[in-house]
């Protein structure tokens, strides 16, 4: 390499060029190891295809605005509806969490990064190329419709659709390769974070003074250790299947279909647990800072955690109650699926009884989590609707259960990733959001989530079948149908809103400092955005709110703790 | 409790982190195992037809060689907590014959298998179900043996000492599942299913 063009990072060049600045900068995101940035590389990477699966939704919701459209071809649309549940999944929620697990864990617990800093970066870059591998289906192989081969075989990939014979070409493979490829990225994280919560803890971080933050993310870690696996199980016999012969899923040789259901939603159900619990976690730290009281019912928030996680393990037919079970599995379904409510119905009651009596700031942050409470309780109650199996018998498949469980993943766990980056954005930058334009996402995305989703409920009970591509204009469902595509177009405004804040605010946004929002938990206790050392003197804590010990010397937290 | 100073936990100690780590992995890893081996077990005696799994011998030299290799594992790992390099080297390198030995005989069986009694993975089910669990499992005992061989490579350098103890243990962690996980795979395949 005599004829060298790049510059050697870290040389000490007297006056790099421009671009050698540029290559530089961009060569040190590749190669970092440090948590932080690879936090804000899942965020960002997150981010991007949060955007491009949105779009993919407004694709869905165009076709389906008026009876009889033809806006797109019957073939683009079962992959549109397949790319857009497969991306949100697992190129939005997972990363998008992960990357806030990987930036706030360390910072919370008072660690310098990572237990495993370069795994941190490898599994990085596995989930980005899964996502990348997902998303050449469009120009790759051979497509069989000219749009490339994406996927169109929905989410739930459910055999013997799969199967060479009626999946020819390779776009199940891809689905299942891409998923494979980033589920080990996901376990690596997952193994990633459970090592660092057990064994870098600062001195004094005894578990039970752990933000609540913290600890779900061990929950979640653990659950993903359990639950990704079987997906690549699964998926590793679907390839089996499909290229080396096998029967796994082949019911001419023996073979179930049900089986591979049974499998998916072994993954799937706990997989919703994975998604909503860092939502949890998030609404767990906004929630006491601005209504100014210490969270309510700690021991009781961290059981809660706990035992969602456990019961999860237990709900997964409840997908499956037409494809008929016998009558004791569908009561052991409906009674486990009903159990969930307990525990997510005392975290609940907690956040309630945190705001209560509080002096509650509304900031955007806050108002994303009020909006969550209100609609993750609709939602949790919609469950419990679909949760009894002959109501499931009349529901199955059709928009209401399309309507509860984006009530879930967009009311819960989108408006709850919203309020994360308001509230730590001023900490990864150092710039505060535009509170004005943060106010506007809010209102026309909360509106936008309500004029898309509510109606949906309606037009599920009037007998609307998911996944349909188009419907007649005599079943009575024309109106709700163009109001619900209304909806998502409002929603996308408040996305670009969204973009644009982000942009803005990072050129022109107010100085942060240290800790705009007067927090507690040890993140805002280092510079921001924090140096690539995290803390310059190892910090020791002595309660569950460390910065309000400093700023209280009076009156700390440690007197009154267990 | 309020009156105790905090810097009274001195001895603040936390579980070492790769022994977390491989624990996590091994969590993981014994999901992939379950789907498989409950696949397995769905499946017995599915297939529309031949040929069955009393074909099967069961592979009690094998076992023994693969289980007996976790006691020369546990031998060496306490070799080289003593200082005992020799001692380790030797426990350890008997720990990677063994598994070779175990590779071998799935190569025989499976030669068995395919050769003369006509069943590969794409025959019929018990095929598909057979070759991927056992395969599974032997694709973890390569695995293993490349990370058993690597450290078996630096010792002949006479790079390893006391102090790598722990990271040795930890990779010995992984090679115990491996064993334990066979006694799984070879109760359903070898004695349930057969």
Not at chain 1, 183 to 210: K, V
Not at chain 1, 544 to 560: A, C, M
Request: with cysteine; hydrophobic share 50%; proline share 5%.
């Amino acid at each position: 390499m005599a004829d060298q063009t790049y510059p050697i990072p870290g040389s000490f060049d007297a006056t790099p060029s421009r671009d050698a600045a540029l290559l530089e900068w961009l060569h040190s995101w590749v190669v970092t190891v440090d948590h932080k940035k690879l936090g804000i590389l899942y965020v960002v990477y997150a981010i991007f295809f949060l955007l491009v699966a949105g779009a993919e939704a407004l694709v869905i919701r165009i076709q389906l605005a008026i009876p009889n459209n033809h806006f797109v071809t019957p073939e683009v649309y079962n992959e549109m509806f397949t790319m857009h549940g497969t991306t949100m999944v697992f190129l939005v929620g997972m990363p998008i969490l992960f990357g806030f697990a990987n930036y706030l864990v360390p910072l919370m617990i008072g660690a310098r990064d990572m237990a495993f800093p370069r795994l941190n970066a490898f599994s990085f870059w596995l989930t980005a190329f899964g996502g990348l591998l997902l998303y050449f289906s469009f120009v790759g192989g051979f497509g069989l419709y000219g749009m490339g081969s994406a996927p169109d075989v929905g989410w739930w990939a459910y055999a013997p659709l799969t199967a060479k014979a009626f999946s020819p070409g390779h776009n199940t493979d891809y689905w299942a390769l891409a998923l494979i490829v980033s589920g080990f990225g996901t376990l690596g994280t997952a193994i990633n974070i459970i090592a660092t919560i057990l064994s870098m803890r600062c001195r004094g971080m005894t578990l039970f003074r752990m933000p609540l933050f913290a600890w779900l993310m061990l929950v979640v870690s653990g659950l993903t250790l359990i639950t990704i696996t079987p997906l690549t199980a699964a998926q590793i016999m679907l390839l089996i299947d499909r290229y080396l012969g096998g029967h796994f899923f082949d019911t001419q040789a023996g073979g179930s279909a049900v089986v591979w259901m049974h499998f998916f939603w072994i993954f799937g159900h706990p997989e919703v647990y994975v998604l909503v619990l860092p939502a949890f976690a998030i609404a767990n730290e906004i929630i006491p800072v601005f209504s100014r009281k210490a969270v309510f019912g700690y021991p009781a928030m961290v059981a809660a955690s706990v035992g969602i996680a456990f019961v999860s393990l237990t709900v997964w037919a409840h997908h499956m109650f037409t494809v008929g079970m016998t009558s004791v599995s569908n009561a052991f379904f409906v009674l486990s699926t009903m159990m969930v409510g307990i525990p997510t119905g005392i975290k609940i009651f907690n956040w309630l009884a945190t705001m209560w009596g509080g002096r509650i700031h509304f900031a955007t942050p806050m108002l994303f989590c009020t909006a969550f409470v209100l609609q993750f309780l609709l939602a949790g109650l919609t469950g419990i609707m679909l949760s009894v199996a002959p109501w499931d018998w009349q529901l199955h498949n059709s928009y209401f259960v399309i309507a509860h469980f984006h009530y879930v993943l967009v009311g819960a766990i989108v408006f709850c990733i919203f309020a994360a980056i308001y509230y730590w954005y001023p900490k990864a930058t150092g710039r505060m959001l535009s509170e004005t334009l943060g106010k506007w996402h809010f209102w026309l995305f909360f509106i936008g989530f309500h004029v898309t989703f509510d109606p949906m409920h309606f037009v599920g009970i009037l007998g609307m079948p998911r996944s349909i591509y188009t419907y007649e204009a005599d079943r009575g469902w024309n109106s709700l149908n163009m109001v619900i595509s209304i909806g998502g177009m409002i929603q996308g405004i408040a996305v670009l809103i969204f973009a644009w804040n982000l942009i803005v605010s990072y050129l022109r946004g107010k100085e942060a400092g240290n800790d705009p929002w007067d927090a507690w938990t040890l993140e805002w206790a280092t510079p921001s955005p924090p140096p690539a050392y995290n803390f310059a003197t190892d910090p020791v804590v002595r309660s569950r709110r460390p910065l309000w010990d400093l700023k209280h010397p009076n009156d700390p937290d440690w007197k009154y703790e267990r | 409790m309020s009156s105790v100073p905090i810097f009274a936990d001195e001895n603040w100690r936390l579980p070492s982190r790769g022994r977390v780590g491989m624990l996590s992995l091994i969590v993981g890893e014994s999901a992939i195992f379950t789907i498989f081996v409950v696949a397995y077990i769905y499946y017995i005696g599915r297939s529309t037809y031949g040929p069955t799994p009393q074909i099967l011998d069961v592979p009690i030299f094998n076992t023994i060689c693969l289980l007996s290799s976790s006691l020369t594992i546990w031998m060496a790992e306490r070799a080289i907590e003593r200082g005992r390099t020799r001692t380790f080297g030797a426990w350890w390198g008997l720990t990677v014959l063994l598994g070779i030995v175990f590779l071998a005989g799935t190569a025989q069986e499976w030669t068995r298998l395919i050769v003369h009694e006509g069943l590969t993975i794409r025959t019929n089910l018990f095929g598909t179900t057979f070759y991927s669990l056992v395969g599974l499992h032997a694709t973890h005992v390569v695995v293993g043996l490349i990370g058993l061989s690597l450290v078996m490579l630096f010792t002949l350098m006479g790079r390893v000492e006391q102090r790598h103890a722990e990271r040795i243990q930890v990779l010995s962690l992984y090679w115990h599942f491996v064993d334990a996980v066979w006694v799984v795979v070879f109760t359903v395949v070898y004695i349930v299913g057969r």
